[in-house]
């Protein structure tokens, strides 16, 4: 196989891995609404919302360590080097982002907070190139972003007007959680180099979802309702945490963070469609304004991946 067929392959791989990650945190969305209404959590809870997060992220660390330990044919428990590495990156990525998350999301639209989202993406690659120099910043990808980004914005202003206005604990919190989520991605990329990116995974998440639950517990938040079918909700949300963030940290040990970080620009999408077909907004989803986002992040997607001469890299 030619070195231009092994690239390919490469892409290829890395494209059917980073859908398979956009789809399952897509389907979080109507899975995480459904959630709510069996748990008895209210849209405005937002402790009980930081406790339902906890509570998801502390299993979803468990089955990833469990996971590890039944392919490494040994307990898989974090030393004190991978300490050294899961800690900030359970700061930054689960405690950090969905903290601040949650709370800004209580306090925005929804037009607004998913355009916001939108930047965590943009937000990585920059880091990765501009304060990290990890790789180079290029045209292509510039270009790349900024239509992935078009995507995100159209796809949430379908049918909804925008305000300008701007809160610190709305907008500006969501803002900080998609720098976060950002700083996350890029010290993913550098850590997954030097420990195992599916034990820093599962120890990162089992950290971070118990200091969220603490969080949520010490602002009175609660879960009502635990029935058979809200902890079917929870282990679905814990398995969709577990194998997409693990396949995501493992795309980003192996790769540029620009190469991985553009296909996040297809969450929102997936998130939209799969609410459309598992709550019944077809409406809302299948339209001209959902192609045309579609369309401006697959081209992003595809600038950012292309082959691209030498001095571009």
């Not at 490494?72 to 974090?78: A, F, G, I, T």
């Not at 030393?79 to 969905?98: F, S």
């Not at 209580?106 to 501009?130: D, E, P, Q, R, Y």
């Not at 900024?146 to 604990?169: E, Y």
Request: net charge positive; glycine share 10%; hydrophobic share 50%.
């Amino acid at each position: 196989m030619s070195q231009k067929q092994n690239k390919l392959t490469q892409t290829g791989i890395v494209a059917l891995l980073a859908c398979v990650c956009c789809i399952l945190w897509g389907s979080a969305i109507p899975v995480i609404k459904t959630g709510y209404h069996i748990l008895q959590v209210d849209s405005s809870d937002t402790a009980s919302q930081i406790v339902f997060a906890g509570i998801r992220f502390t299993l979803a660390g468990i089955l990833v360590l469990i996971f590890a330990s039944i392919k490494e044919k040994k307990v898989m428990l974090p030393d004190r080097k991978l300490l050294k590495y899961a800690i900030p990156v359970c700061l930054a990525q689960t405690v950090g982002q969905y903290f601040f998350f949650y709370i800004g999301v209580a306090h925005t639209s929804g037009v607004k907070g998913g355009i916001i989202t939108g930047l965590g993406n943009f937000i990585a690659i920059l880091l990765s190139c501009l304060i990290f120099r990890n790789e180079r910043m290029t045209g292509r990808k510039l270009v790349g972003c900024v239509l992935g980004f078009a995507g995100v914005v159209i796809i949430n202003l379908m049918g909804n007007s925008l305000d300008m206005g701007f809160k610190l604990i709305g907008e500006g919190f969501i803002l900080i959680a998609q720098l976060s989520y950002g700083m996350s991605t890029v010290l993913i990329n550098l850590f997954s180099k030097k420990v195992s990116p599916v034990v820093l995974s599962g120890t990162q998440f089992t950290m971070g979802g118990i200091v969220l639950a603490l969080i949520g517990i010490g602002m009175s938040g609660h879960l009502g309702n635990m029935t058979a079918a809200g902890l079917t909700i929870i282990f679905y949300l814990a398995m969709v945490s577990a194998v997409a963030y693990t396949l995501w940290s493992i795309l980003l040990a192996w790769n540029d963070v620009s190469k991985v970080a553009i296909f996040g620009f297809v969450n929102p999408l997936c998130s939209v469609i799969l609410s459309a077909l598992i709550l019944g907004e077809v409406k809302q989803a299948f339209n001209i304004g959902s192609l045309m986002a579609l369309i401006l992040v697959c081209a992003g997607i595809y600038i950012v991946n292309a082959n691209r001469p030498n001095r571009d890299r």
